[in-house]
């Protein structure tokens, strides 16, 4: 008995793949670069909002919320303090002066604002903040002396700012009150560890400069030398934490005077600075274009992508609009540039003798390529372990470039096999679709 004829099965050819992976990157892209430069709503009446993150020359844009200008780019705010000491009739010496600089210093470092100036002008502290209108109550919690303590129901003082080690604080997301953690040296840890477990089932009190700012209750000894205060709001609990990571000042400051002026580096900082870095970008984009023909177009949307993802995680962790951050972005974006450059030039030579593109692209990856990769592994090792022992500004810079290396090696990974793997699937792999014909022939 005869059997049925099956017919064969259709599958997908390789150019239908890669035309469809080709069209949803695109359309990806293009959506994310838009939503950078817009920003979107998340509800119908706007109350959520995904901010727009890429900067844009001007002052129509919003994306001055995702990435708060700096003092060094924005409007400042510039407050100038009178010091006095703690007793009267005391005299302030030029030591506490400068430790007085030094605490505020690493203050501003430790609550996100890295491009703030502290100077000493006429015996006066001046600082020179970011302008931003919310924040007025919070400068004025940074400068207070900022000296903390655990008392007894009393008001007995039994632990104070030379036993904390370390603080910080973070978000509770179920309410989004704040809370204050920290850690206790080893004289704090069993200090506390006694009195917590003296006043268990009583309620302790934690205060700034002699003013009870919290009441934790106490149900269980704490003797691990560290512990976990909820129910700050988000400026609260960024000050008290600083306060217990720097330690008090050595005098007492008053506001004496408060202006409002121009960014540290200039009028209209921010709009030259973003013209001069997107012609930059398209300058670069545009070299890889002419030298490497479909690569080239390869390689340039790599870049953008690598742009618009690195700034979305620089508004992500609140840099903010600075100096720093933006040469953090941008050396990144180097890195990249030259990882694909050094990547695709191997590629050419391999092509000028006689290779296919297929072939040439795996030869890179093993040499080039590997050399890309441990560069950018090993910066990405280095900015890790400054991000450990910094917490300030260059641990503030550190971050965005982690964020800027991490981007890199997945773009340099994945992105660009999948790319420039479905292109050569696609468009075919005739030698000058990759390579400048007349380089080609000199290479010849």
């Known amino acids: 008995m005869a059997k049925p004829v099956q017919a064969p099965q259709k599958k997908a050819s390789a150019k239908a793949i890669a035309a469809v992976t080709l069209v949803v990157i695109l ?35 919003d994306w001055r919320q995702a990435l708060v200008p700096g003092a060094d780019m924005g409007e400042t705010l510039e407050l100038t303090y009178t010091l006095a000491a703690l007793e009267d009739g005391q005299t302030i010496s030029s030591e506490q002066k400068q430790e007085t600089l030094r605490t505020l210093s690493r203050r501003l470092g430790f609550v996100g604002l890295p491009s703030a100036v502290i100077k000493l002008v006429d015996d006066k502290i001046q600082l020179t903040l970011p302008k931003d209108d919310t924040n007025d109550y919070f400068y004025e919690l940074l400068t207070q ?40 040296t080893p004289e704090g840890k069993k200090l506390f560890a006694d009195k917590t477990t003296e006043l268990v089932g009583q309620k302790m009190s934690l205060t700034i400069d002699g003013k009870v700012i919290a009441q934790p209750g106490i149900s269980t000894p704490l003797t691990e030398g560290a512990a976990s205060l909820p129910g700050f709001s988000g400026e609260n609990a960024m000050a008290y934490s600083a306060f217990m990571q720097t330690g008090p ?15 540290l580096l200039g009028k209209n900082v921010q709009s030259t600075l973003i013209i001069a870095l997107a012609v930059a970008t398209l300058l670069v984009m545009g070299l890889f274009v002419f030298k490497f023909r479909l690569g080239g177009v390869v390689a340039a949307w790599l870049l953008l992508i690598q742009l618009v993802a690195t700034y979305f995680l620089a508004a992500l962790i609140r840099s903010g609009f600075t100096l720093s951050t933006l040469v953090a972005v941008y050396f990144s974006f180097g890195l990249l540039a030259f990882s694909l450059l050094a990547l695709y030039r191997s590629m050419s030579e391999d092509l000028s003798h006689g290779r296919s593109i297929k072939q040439s692209l795996k030869e890179a990856y093993a040499t080039s390529g590997k050399l890309a990769f441990d560069i950018l592994g090993s910066l990405l090792l280095l900015s890790l372990v400054l991000i450990i022992m910094d917490s300030q500004t260059i641990g503030s810079f550190m971050r965005v470039l982690a964020l800027g290396l991490l981007v890199d090696l997945i773009l340099m990974t994945l992105g660009l096999r999948v790319l420039l793997g479905s292109a050569i699937t696609l468009f075919g792999s005739k030698t000058t679709l990759y390579a400048n014909a007349s380089e080609k022939k000199e290479a010849v």
């Open 27 to 61: 359309a990806l892209s293009i959506f994310g670069t838009v939503l950078g430069f817009t920003g979107m709503k998340l509800d119908k009446d706007g109350l959520y909002k995904l901010l727009a993150w890429l900067p844009m020359p001007g002052q129509a844009s």
């Open 145 to 184: 002396r900022g000296e903390v303590s655990f008392a007894m129901p009393d008001g007995t003082a039994f632990l104070n700012s030379q036993h904390f080690k370390s603080a910080n604080y973070h978000l509770n997301q179920q309410d989004g009150s704040y809370a204050i953690s920290f850690t206790l």
């Open 249 to 263: 000042l050595p005098v007492k400051l008053t506001l004496d005077s408060s202006i409002t002026g121009e960014p």
